[in-house]
């Protein structure tokens, strides 16, 4: 993040800190008195270290419990995009996000396969609103080939306890007049159990994936229902997304994660939501969560036709073993 800054580390980490809490850009330039283009560019280059950070240390296999997950309406230059996010209920822990210019299976098959990332094969509750893509992605995404040595394609079989509730709300003059929720997959009994331990005795809401949703609105202009904010290219909202996400999940205290905060000096600063998943032993500051070393990804060979030669055997067996 800070390999060739010409500018103090002090301020580039300050201006990101009051980007990633919602400080519009025009303001920043206003007040500092940095060119727009070079205030973009720590925005992006924040972007795809938080990005990287995240696929590090939250992408790592754990019990979930329930998740919710739902898509928040953005504004582009010339278009309209969606943004796909799912959330951790227990800890509150940010899973990661999609954007995509659609709103759509693919949308929904993707931002799944960052959920599975961070899954184990354990009882997993997916709480979604009423858009029937989450159904189908779901069961196509939590499954595993089963190979049995046979000619052909392997048989797929679904993860165990994969529990599915939907929150169906009707809207007139924008206002809710009904909420229906329906349990698509899965036991009564059984849902009510992942979300005793993973919410306490409400009954199926969304309530806590929208309580994020307008977290990132407060902080990311683009996002905003009513406004005129737009990012020129959805590499920017994602690059935006990852940043905010990230200082939600290591350097922000959650106010109803306390009991969760193990020792006094944690429970005096507050716990993050990455302190309750056991991925940090405190709240980090914005200064640590950028000049984090992130090893690079793993190398992998490039597909050719044909059988390889030697020395490309030599090296695959150098690099990937």
């Known amino acids: 993040m800070w390999y060739h800054r010409r500018t103090a580390g002090e301020v580039v980490r300050t201006v990101l800190t009051l980007l990633a809490h919602g400080c519009p850009i025009q303001a920043i330039v206003a007040a500092y008195g ?24 939250v992408e790592q296999p754990r ?53 599975r990332r961070c899954a184990l094969p354990r009882a997993i509750l997916f709480c979604t609103d009423g858009l029937c893509s989450y159904v189908r992605a779901i069961r196509e995404t939590f499954r595993d080939p089963v190979y049995t040595g046979q000619p052909g394609r392997p048989r797929w079989q679904a993860w165990n306890d994969i529990l599915i509730a939907q929150v169906i709300k009707r809207y007139e003059k924008r206002r809710v ?65 990852y940043l905010i996400g990230t200082v939600y999940n290591f350097c922000t205290p959650h106010a109803s994660l306390r009991s969760a905060a193990r020792g006094q000096a944690a429970a005096a600063s507050g716990c993050t939501p990455a302190m309750a998943a ?9 200064q640590e969560l950028l000049s984090l070393h992130v090893p690079p990804p793993r190398w992998a060979p490039p597909k050719r036709r044909g059988r390889p030669s030697q020395a490309f055997q030599h090296t695959i067996e150098r690099w990937c073993s």
């Open 63 to 115: 019990a979930l419990g329930q998740v919710q997950a739902d898509e928040l309406r953005g504004k582009r230059q010339g278009a309209i995009v969606w943004m796909a996010m799912a959330m951790m209920v227990r800890t509150r822990l940010w899973l990661g996000g999609v954007v995509s210019e659609r709103r759509d299976l693919p949308l929904i098959r993707a931002l799944l396969r960052r959920v």
């Open 278 to 286: 056991g991925i940090t032993d405190h709240c980090w500051t914005v």
């Open 177 to 241: 007049v009904e909420v229906t929720r329906r349990i698509v997959q899965g036991s009564r009994a059984r849902v009510a159990a992942v979300r005793r331990r993973s919410q306490g005795g409400a009954v199926i809401n969304t309530a806590y994936i929208e309580r994020l949703n307008a977290t990132f609105r407060e902080r990311w202009a683009p996002l905003v229902r009513r406004g005129r904010a737009l990012a020129r290219q959805t590499r920017t909202l994602e690059q935006g997304m």
């Open 34 to 57: 940095f060119d727009e283009r070079t205030v973009a560019s720590w925005l992006a280059r924040a972007g795809c270290h938080s990005h990287a950070v995240h696929e590090q240390l």
